[in-house]
């Protein structure tokens, strides 16, 4: 039989040393963080307490995209996962790879949430970006397809087509597969 008061010891150490942020949200709202997610983004932990996640994408529009990007595998599965940039405290702009896992079993999946966010800094250096080529970048990785893009984002398959145009002649990349290895050994 197990020793209540030490599980609840070794609880309370996992998460405070975990190697990778760990933050319970409601409505998008930071109750709880460990260590590593305060330090990750250059705050103090008490600081993010209370705090909408907004204050932590590079603009209000990616805080938005990312939500209505989320919601629906959240609430189809309870899980959620992708990769994108976020903004430390500083301003500074950095990779990471975010993982979700909702708690609210009925209505709003965003009501009550647990989520890891690992810093991949190391592996995937920032690249100047405008927000419109970070949006088809995270939509390429997932596979997606100009039209499908085109219908996600609201713009012409056109549009997506002279982005990626772009995105490929700016990394020197040959097709999206290149492209994806240039940015950092994103998964493809």
């Known amino acids: 039989m197990r020793d209540p008061q030490k599980h609840e010891e070794f609880d309370r150490l996992a998460y405070e040393m975990a190697p990778i942020g760990l933050v319970l949200t409601e409505d998008r709202i930071i109750r709880a963080c460990n260590p590593a997610f305060a330090r990750m983004f250059g705050f103090d932990r008490e600081a993010l307490i209370n705090q909408s996640f907004a204050i932590l994408y590079p603009s209000f529009e990616e805080f938005v995209r990312i939500r209505d990007v989320g919601v629906r595998p959240l609430r189809e599965t309870g899980r959620y996962t992708d990769e994108r940039v976020m903004a430390r405290a500083?301003?500074?702009?950095?990779?990471?790879?975010?993982?979700?896992?909702?708690?609210?079993?009925?209505?709003?999946p965003l009501a009550r949430a647990v989520w890891s966010f690992a810093d991949l800094s190391d592996m995937r250096p920032i690249t100047e970006l405008?927000?419109?080529?970070?949006?088809?970048?995270l939509h390429l990785i997932d596979g997606r397809t100009s039209k499908e893009i085109a219908r996600i984002l609201a713009i012409s398959p056109r549009t997506v087509e002279t982005y990626r145009s772009r995105l490929?002649?700016?990394?020197?990349?040959?097709?999206?597969?290149?492209?994806?290895?240039?940015?950092?050994?994103?998964?493809?």
Do not use: Y
């Open 130 to 137: 405008s927000t419109r080529e970070r949006q088809i970048i």
């Open 168 to 188: 490929l002649a700016k990394f020197g990349a040959a097709n999206v597969v290149d492209l994806m290895s240039r940015l950092g050994s994103m998964p493809v």
């Open 90 to 108: 500083d301003g500074t702009l950095f990779w990471c790879r975010v993982r979700g896992h909702t708690l609210t079993t009925e209505g709003d």
